[in-house]
């Protein structure tokens, strides 16, 4: 498989849903609702995007425009698919976008154990700002990243 090639991005849309309600299922320990995606795809603000291989979704990232900032609100590729690059050119096309919106800065929060997470914002020069104590529902902390651009 070349990623390269084989991993088409789209806009999602709201056929995608049931597909992403699965993958995010089997990946978060707080998933997403389907009310949620359905929000998302309402905001004027809100960017989601779809990846394919194949046809099949894989993976998914969602962000927000807010003035010249971006928020990453999720971003997450089914387990069978993981370690092939697929967060990398997600992660790619993320910045891109940024770009092209004229965004100054991308603000996200991750799970403070969520090593591989934290590896690859690392990996897109993320830099750790803030810790936010208890933040989600089983009392873990975010770790705040930030990349300027």
């Known amino acids: 498989m070349n ?19 699965g993958i995010e299922n089997e990946s ?13 795809l309402k905001l004027d603000y809100a960017y989601f995007f779809v990846g394919n291989i194949l046809s099949e979704i894989v993976t998914y990232i969602g962000f927000w425009h807010i003035m010249d900032e971006a928020h990453l609100t999720n971003i997450t590729v089914s387990k069978n698919y993981r370690r092939l690059g ?6 790619e096309y993320l910045t891109n976008c940024s770009k092209m919106l004229k965004i100054k800065r991308i603000l ?18 993320f830099k750790k700002i803030h810790i936010r104590k208890k933040y989600y529902s089983n009392y873990e902390n975010a770790v705040i990243m930030e990349k300027l651009l």
């Open 3 to 21: 990623i390269e090639n084989d991993l088409q991005i789209r806009k999602i849309c709201s056929e995608d849903i049931d597909i992403l309600l």
């Open 28 to 40: 978060h320990p707080d998933p997403w609702s389907r009310k949620m995606f359905e929000k998302e």
């Open 86 to 91: 697929i967060g990398k050119k997600m992660m």
């Open 108 to 125: 996200l929060e991750v799970r403070e154990n969520n090593l591989p997470a934290i590896s690859l914002y690392k990996k897109f020069d």
